[in-house]
């Protein structure tokens, strides 16, 4: 597709982690791009010089309508909402409201402007504890927290308006996210985040005391939670991949899983840092959290055969230095 064919994009919550890597993939690829975001938790910095940036709420539908025509939007890039798992579970009324009631709002907004394509920001906490070494998009949603069931409940809410509007959709179930720009543009940069790699990180450089590692009585190899962590930047990749595909083929939705369909526990990620670093991060073991599972792993075959989607950065040693050398620009942009 040619920059000129290229539709424009409004990207929610374009200021925040996987928000902002997306922009990012989208400039880089010749797309024109606007972001809105109330910037709860996101940041200015992170969005590049030149894209036109909202301050709002995505179910704020005056603002959406003016963002659309001003902007000729013909596709939603939807990040924006609430992410903590065990927040969830002290707080899901929160999480109904942010990521499902809003999403709601955004998705009758781009139907009543007639945006013809949406990209969504789901998760593998859909899955819940499946009973088998890697999910497929076909394994039984189970969800097991309030978290989990907020995306779901949009998933379905795409697919029911999908059948009865003309739009497609594209639900992404994103596997554990780490990792930073390899540029070192943009990256995690929220105060006290929950993302393991981003903690461990934050203590190889001073910035924590330890690591505590939620739970040692999983059923794993060594007792802690396995995971499949993907790059951000590859995962920005897909979505850029999955805008093309929709448009292609403007009757067919997507739902895929992005992982990279291996799993590494807590300590092995910790060994990595450790690694990585050449330092040896302190480890205090506690209790299991709520909503927690003891494996969560892709099976990425989906979206492998469907988009022509290579991983660039498929390693997780390399996934750490790229969020190491975020974390010390952070440093450096907060005058630390």
Request: glycine share 8%; hydrophobic share 40%; net charge negative.
């Amino acid at each position: 597709m040619t920059d000129a064919a290229k539709p424009s994009v409004l990207v929610t919550g374009g200021a925040g982690y996987i928000g902002s890597h997306a922009v990012l993939a989208l400039r880089d690829a010749g797309w024109p791009v606007a972001v809105i975001d109330n910037f709860s938790t996101g940041f200015r910095f992170a969005i590049p010089d030149g894209v036109p940036i909202y301050e709002g709420d995505i179910a704020d539908r005056e603002l959406l309508a003016r963002i659309f025509t001003e902007q000729n939007t013909r596709a939603v890039m939807h990040f924006a909402g609430s992410i903590v798992v065990p927040e969830s579970v002290s707080d899901p009324l929160k999480y109904y409201n942010n990521n499902t009631v809003k999403s709601r709002a955004l998705i009758e907004a781009a139907v009543g402007s007639g945006v013809p394509h949406f990209i969504f920001s789901s998760t593998a906490a859909i899955y819940g504890m499946p009973e088998v070494a890697a999910v497929t998009e076909d394994t039984p949603p189970a969800p097991i927290n309030p978290y989990g069931w907020s995306k779901l409940m949009t998933e379905q809410m795409l697919g029911d308006t999908a059948n009865a509007h003309a739009m497609n959709f594209c639900a992404l179930r994103y596997f554990n996210v780490a990792g930073a720009d390899p540029q070192a543009r943009t990256g995690q940069s929220t105060e006290g985040a929950t993302h393991l790699i981003k903690i461990a990180v934050e203590a190889a450089l001073g910035k924590r005391t330890h690591v505590n590692v939620f739970g040692t009585d999983y059923d794993t190899p060594d007792g802690t939670g396995v995971r499949d962590y993907i790059h951000v930047s590859d995962l920005a990749a897909a979505h850029v991949l999955a805008l093309e595909a929709l448009i292609e083929q403007p009757k067919r939705s997507l739902t895929m899983n992005c992982g990279y369909g291996r799993g590494f526990s807590v300590l092995e990620v910790l060994d990595a840092v450790d690694r990585v670093t050449n330092l040896t991060v302190e480890r205090r073991m506690e209790g299991r959290r709520a909503g927690d599972s003891d494996s969560l792993i892709s099976d990425p075959s989906r979206i492998r055969k469907t988009l022509p989607w290579e991983p660039k950065h498929a390693d997780l040693d390399v996934i750490i230095a790229h969020a190491l050398q975020w974390e010390r620009k952070l440093s450096d942009l907060r005058g630390e």
